[in-house]
């Protein structure tokens, strides 16, 4: 039998009603804020990180990236991020990147972004020029040079490049192909092919770092383009890149038939 008064019973349940609330509303913040925590893991040589506001100070390993900050690589510059959920962010050379959204999205002004983005990870999304691109599950390049070019290379996964300033213009970019175009483009392009090992001996944001959590599919996609290239029907453009991240440069080109008589 339970002597406690009814209103000593009825404060005893509504205090436990709203600890169970606080704990559930404390838990969702803890979340939330390690769902947004990205830290510095790697800086080489120049790099600075602050406020777009304020004056920047020297990155340094550990430190923490938050809505607002940008992150400025010099000549000889790099830098990886990692984010809670393990998306990896590799910075080269000349490059300045700003992060909103939770630091999920990632404003390319200029310079090479390598990131990889686990398949079990949310979604994230580099924006540059009039270009955005997203995924759930890739390992991409993105590289703005001024006004002049944008460029999206896919080495595993899926990335969807879509105008920020068109509805319904997008495309889906697969392994194994580049898309080029300006960064006050109207109109997507349809990529081209390139060639993933080549990419993978020859840029910096992958031989200056340890192997890529992705390196497996990576080679996996390798592959498939060995298979396709010897039967013949696959034919990666004649791009080769170097460079700070991926400086595309024509080499070999396919010489133009002489006119006819």
């Not at 949310?122 to 006004?147: D, F, K, L, M, P």
């Not at 992705?214 to 013949?232: H, T, V, Y």
């Amino acid at each position: 039998m339970n002597n406690r008064p009814p209103s000593s019973a009825h404060r005893s349940e509504s205090w436990g009603r709203g600890l169970l609330i606080c704990l559930v509303v404390t838990a969702s913040c803890l979340n939330a804020v390690q769902l947004s925590e990205t830290r510095v893991t790697q800086v080489a040589k120049d790099v600075k990180l602050g406020p777009a506001q304020a004056t920047q100070r020297r990155a340094a390993v550990g430190e923490s990236i938050r809505d607002g900050d940008v992150v400025r690589t010099g000549a000889t510059g790099r830098s990886e991020l990692i984010f809670a959920d393990q998306t990896i962010a590799r910075l080269g050379a000349k490059t300045t990147v700003s992060f909103s959204d939770g630091t999920r999205t990632m404003n390319l002004a200029e310079g090479a972004v390598l990131f990889q983005i686990p398949k079990s990870a949310r979604e994230a999304r580099i924006e540059t020029g009039a270009i955005a691109a997203s995924s759930r599950g890739a390992t991409a390049i993105i590289e703005r040079h001024s006004n002049f070019y944008i460029k999206v290379l896919v080495l595993e996964g899926t990335v969807r490049c879509y105008l920020t300033n068109r509805l319904g213009e997008s495309l889906l970019v697969e392994p194994g192909q580049i898309l080029i175009t300006r960064p006050n483009v109207t109109a997507l392009p349809d990529p081209a092919n390139f060639d993933i090992a080549r990419e993978m001996k020859t840029c910096l944001l992958v031989r200056d770092f340890p192997p890529l959590r992705s390196q497996r599919s990576i080679e996996s996609e390798e592959q498939k383009q060995f298979k396709l290239m010897a039967k013949g029907t696959y034919i990666p453009s004649n791009l080769v890149i170097f460079g700070r991240g991926t400086l595309v440069t024509l080499v070999n080109p396919t010489p133009t038939p002489p006119p006819k008589p």
